[in-house]
């Protein structure tokens, strides 16, 4: 059977396993002749007993009965609590009239939540309703999954295409600022180019003309630097 290793520990602290007829700690080191001896106590399960707890019943019937359980209120026996709990109301209202499919610990419950969760909660009178309300609440959850994963991928596809609009105009952008950067440099290139004509024409005593065009490309430089900061 499978042990879990905090079953395994509360085994050993117990002295329910040995090794050569000693009591050992969890950090002994097995020897190739080593003899170890378990002992796993026979599960003994608590006797449930009927408890004549008020119920809000929504609705009952020869095979269910609809519980509005409250706040506080845990659904079936468990570790440190093994009585005042939904079960324990239903035994004492329903007698022996409960489904047997989920065992004696849990008796008519098909679902369950929370202690501190208030809500209504469905309990079969017997095997065939439980069967049948079983097969009704899975067919719900598969589509409730089926559900969640169309609204997951739908989810995620708005969210590529967001990105893909997002990825779309950053590039646009990076575009319009390189044709803008390209337009700029030109500018620059034609005002050195009349500047340096206009130097020469200084030196040829006639710069009238040059100096037209170097103001001109100028003007153009500067129109294109203040468009790019825009």
């Given at each position: 059977a499978d042990v879990s290793r905090s079953r395994i520990q509360k085994l050993l602290d117990e002295g329910m396993i040995t090794v050569n007829n000693n009591k050992v700690k969890s950090n002994y080191k097995v020897a190739a002749d080593d003899i170890i001896n378990v002992h796993i106590p026979e599960l003994v399960v608590p006797e449930i007993v009927p408890e004549d707890i008020s119920l809000d019943i929504v609705y009952e019937d020869d095979d269910i009965i609809v519980i509005n359980k409250p706040k506080g209120m845990v659904v079936h026996p468990a570790a440190g609590h093994y009585s005042?709990?939904?079960?324990?109301?239903?035994?004492?209202?329903?007698?022996?009239?409960?489904?047997g499919i989920n065992g004696v610990l849990r008796p008519g419950i098909v679902h369950r939540i929370d202690m501190n969760t208030?809500?209504?909660?469905?309990?079969?009178?017997?095997?065939?309703?439980?069967?049948?309300?079983?097969?009704?609440?899975k067919e719900h959850a598969d589509e409730k999954a089926a559900q969640y994963r169309e609204e997951a991928a739908a989810k995620i596809e708005a969210a590529k295409n967001v990105k893909a609009a997002m990825t779309a105009s950053r590039n646009e952008r990076i575009a319009a600022?390189?044709?803008?950067?390209?337009?700029?440099?030109?500018?620059?290139?034609d005002m050195m180019k009349h500047m340096n004509f206009y130097r020469r024409s200084i030196l040829r005593g006639n710069p009238s003309a040059s100096s037209m065009k170097f103001a001109a490309a100028l003007k153009e430089l500067r129109e294109a630097t203040e468009k790019r900061n825009k």
């Open positions: 005042g709990t939904l079960v324990n109301a239903l035994m004492y209202h329903c007698r022996d009239n409960l489904s208030t809500g209504v909660i469905i309990a079969c009178k017997n095997d065939m309703a439980h069967n049948s309300i079983a097969a009704q609440l600022m390189n044709s803008r950067m390209t337009e700029l440099t030109k500018k620059r290139q």
